[in-house]
């Protein structure tokens, strides 16, 4: 409950206007200087960035919390995949790999082991995944199982992987909110960090004005979903079947209001239940005193497995781009990691 009021209370500061993030202004500032004195020494060469033999691209954001990264490396692993790549994807996992050594996944691993997004990750692109706190180890530990290009999951701000292509995904809504760094604002970086990618992506409409060529350049995308699937493997139904029904909504994922949004488009009327990101579910904590279906997100429905009742339903969601954009672009990525191919 504290944890939740914490939560709570930094969203208030960093998206609301809320005048609590000036409490915490000093520690940010010993945050800027701890970020800025690390990027220093990578780009003097104190410390070394790591290649692993293969190309490499990183989608990540300069935000904390969630903007879409997930489905963005889905959506790319499998784009990728029909050009013929043979894609891997390296995660932190969300406390990283328990073990000294980085550790395969695939649809059966255990999140609590993993991390959900690793899990997801295997099930809905079928590539190779590996978790690792140090992703330059997990990276070649794929290239040795026959990977030939690498997607870092969450890895812009993992300076020892060298990189060929950086993707920065953007939410349209939040933006970079007050704009300060962490913690008295949403910032794992400053702003500017966006403008150095490749590529920026904002995840819905946005009301931003653009202020750099990245932003000027960025392309967007919409998450949908149409679906409904039972956990346990029993059914799969059309969103639109439960309209004007009354469910539970469970997310726990840097940003639910846009999972709770997403049903009320398809007219579902619905109680919500937020739960801080990466927040390990428990069975009793979906008990709700009632027998209403239980939506969940996909991330979310993973920590579960599929021993449960018929009432627990996930949500697939799925990246949708304006096919000429996403075109272009991937046309332009693909002759990149050609060319870095023959270099490599």
């Known amino acids: 409950m504290i944890r939740e009021r914490l939560h709570d209370w930094l969203l208030r500061a960093w998206y609301d206007n809320g005048a609590g993030y000036r409490l915490l202004l000093p520690l940010s500032a010993v945050y800027w200087l701890a970020i800025t004195l690390r990027r220093a020494m990578y780009r003097s060469g104190l410390l070394q960035s790591r290649r692993v033999g293969v190309p490499v691209i990183v989608v990540g954001n300069v935000t904390a919390g969630g903007t879409g990264k997930t489905p963005t490396t889905i959506w790319l692993a499998s784009a990728l995949k029909r050009s013929g790549f043979r894609p891997g994807i390296v995660s932190r996992g969300y406390g990283g790999s328990r073990s000294g050594s980085p550790l395969r ?22 590539c190779p995944v590996a978790v690792d706190r140090d992703r330059v180890r997990a990276a070649r530990m794929l290239v040795d199982d026959g990977v030939d290009l690498i997607i870092a999951d969450d890895g812009l701000q993992h300076l020892k992987l060298a990189r060929d292509y950086e993707i920065c995904v953007v939410d349209g809504r939040r933006w970079f909110g007050n704009r300060y760094v962490l913690p008295a604002g949403p910032l794992r970086e400053p702003a500017a960090r966006a403008s150095e990618v490749d590529q920026m992506l904002v995840n819905g409409a946005t009301a931003q004005t653009p202020e750099t060529v990245t932003e000027q350049n960025a392309i967007a995308f919409e998450l949908v979903a149409n679906e409904a699937a039972r956990l346990n493997g029993s059914l799969v139904r059309p969103l639109r079947g439960f309209e004007g029904e009354t469910v539970h909504a469970v997310a726990a994922i840097g940003n639910p209001g846009r999972f709770f949004d997403l049903l009320r488009r398809h007219g579902i009327e619905i109680i919500e239940h937020a739960f801080p990101d990466h927040a390990r579910l428990a069975r009793r904590q979906l008990e709700f005193g009632d027998d209403l279906n239980v939506f969940l997100t996909e991330k979310d429905a993973v920590k579960l497995g599929g021993d449960v009742a018929d009432r627990y339903w996930s949500v697939p969601v799925e990246l949708e781009m304006e096919a ?11 002759s990149r990691m050609r060319n870095q191919q023959e270099i490599a």
């Not at 691993?109 to 099930?123: H, I, K, M, Q």
């Not at 000429?324 to 693909?334: K, R, V």
Request: net charge negative.
């Open 324 to 334: 000429s954009l996403a075109g272009a672009w991937l046309a332009q990525i693909d």
């Open 105 to 126: 996944v695939d649809a059966a691993s255990d999140p609590s082991l993993v991390g959900d997004e690793p899990v997801l990750l295997a099930r809905r692109s079928c």
